[in-house]
Each structure stands twice: as C-alpha cells, then as structure tokens.
C-alpha cells in the first residue's frame, strides 16, 4: 500500500524559498502510469493546483507561478520535491502533494494524497 | 482565477438530494473528463468522481455525476450530515496545459 508523508517547515520569511518534500513509502515513487502534483489552498479561497510531473519527464506549472517554481523527483530516495522562491505572504497555504495512477482509474485523477502542510509567510 | 465555475454553496435537509453544478470550456472539459472531489474540515481531499461518472472504491452510491458538453453535475442523493464540506470539480485544460480546480462548492446540511 503506497504511503505519502510530507515534510517541510511551517514557516518561511518573505522573499526566501520554500521547499517542501513528498516521502513515498510501500512502492516505487516512478511508474509509468502515475504522474505527481501539488495543490495548495491559501486561507479562504479555493484549490489550485500548483503544477503536475509526468513520467515521461514533462512538467506543467501553473502560469501564475511558472517562473516561480520547480517540481522534481529523486527515485534514490523516494522523494517528490516542491521548491518556490521569492515567496511572499499570498502563498500562505496548505500545500499538498498528491498522485495519479491511470492504471487504477483509467483517469487522470489525483487519487492519493499527503495529510498536507501548513506553511505560513512571515517575517 | 479558476476557468471552471461553480456556485458558492448549495444546502439541504438529511435525506435531500443535492446538485452542484460546473462550468468549463472547449479548451477543458469539452476535451477531457471531469473529476469531482470532497474536501472535510481538517483533511486531505478526496477524490469522489472520476472520468465523468465513476466512483472510487469506497465512494457511496449516493454520490453520482454526469457531463454533458463543457458542463458537469455532482448529485448527492440522500444528503447526510458527514457530507457537510467543500467540493470541487476538476479537469485538465490545454490553454493553457495545466490542471485545474473549480471555483469550489461549500455544502451545508441544514
């Protein structure tokens, strides 16, 4: 049974990088059938996903942060990686990481996900 | 701001049934599929419908959903008061290439 836990500080100073991690546990972190994301909720608003990585290498970015942001993974590890720089306090949000597999559903559906992290943007 | 439109909140009494409309476009869910998903206070979301109509294990029956064009519904039918939280229709979208959220549903159990 794959696990995800994330890890990452709750805090982080405007203007300085965020970087939060994915730890996949119970299976492989690549299949050719599965691509990652992550998705956040500021406080009072909406999901958004930030970005997806696919197998095959590609990565999709949200435009608003596009220039922002950097999605990677580490298969010696297990580790799905999210790095945001420059941030200031509208990225104050509950970050998620989550999976697709559409060996599962056929779908391109974000069907596991982290319990989230908290991270707020202050001085 | 997110292409796919939703209203703000729909209600009902235990037992109603409920409908949450969304709205996308050619470039969305006139291409590709839709998923829906349940968000609770204080947890992860959950996906509740995938490739337009389908449920995951586990998802009950009373939760259903159709597409129609660039249009989706999610029917709760039977609403129950665990069922009180977000939801939020999703799809990918090709202008530009990237996934995305629905401007998200609260539903209240009166």
């Known amino acids: 049974q794959l696990q995800v836990q994330q890890s990452g500080p709750g805090l982080v100073k405007p203007s300085e990088t965020l970087s939060l991690t994915c730890i996949v546990s119970?299976?492989?972190?690549?299949?050719?059938?599965?691509?990652w994301g992550w998705i956040r909720q500021s406080p009072g608003k909406g999901l958004e996903c930030i970005g997806n990585l696919f197998y095959s290498g590609n990565t999709y970015y949200t435009p608003s942060l596009r220039s922002r942001v950097t999605m990677s993974i580490n298969t010696s590890n297990n580790h799905f990686s999210l790095t945001l720089t420059s941030v200031t306090a509208a990225d104050s949000a509950i970050y998620y990481c989550?999976?697709?597999?559409?060996?599962?559903?056929?779908?391109?559906?974000?069907?596991?996900w982290g319990q989230g992290t908290m991270v707020t943007v202050s001085s | 701001q997110s292409v796919l439109t939703q209203p703000p909140s729909a209600s009902g009494t235990p037992g109603q049934r409920v409908t949450i409309s969304c709205s996308g476009s050619?470039?969305?869910?006139?291409?590709?599929?839709v998923n829906w998903y349940q968000h609770l206070p204080g947890a992860a979301p959950k996906p509740l419908i995938y490739?337009?109509?389908q449920r995951p294990s586990g998802v009950p029956d009373r939760f259903s959903g159709s597409k129609s064009g660039t249009s989706a519904s999610l029917v709760i039918s039977g609403l129950q008061s665990e069922d009180e939280g977000d939801y939020y229709c999703?799809?990918?979208?090709?202008?530009?290439?990237?996934?995305?959220f629905g401007t998200g549903t609260k539903v209240t159990v009166l």
């Open positions: 490739n337009n109509d």
């Open positions: 119970g299976g492989p972190i690549i299949r050719k059938s599965c691509s």
């Open positions: 999703a799809a990918w979208d090709d202008s530009p290439e990237s996934y995305v």
């Open positions: 989550a999976r697709t597999d559409t060996d599962l559903t056929g779908d391109y559906v974000f069907n596991i």
């Open positions: 050619s470039s969305n869910m006139g291409k590709y599929t």
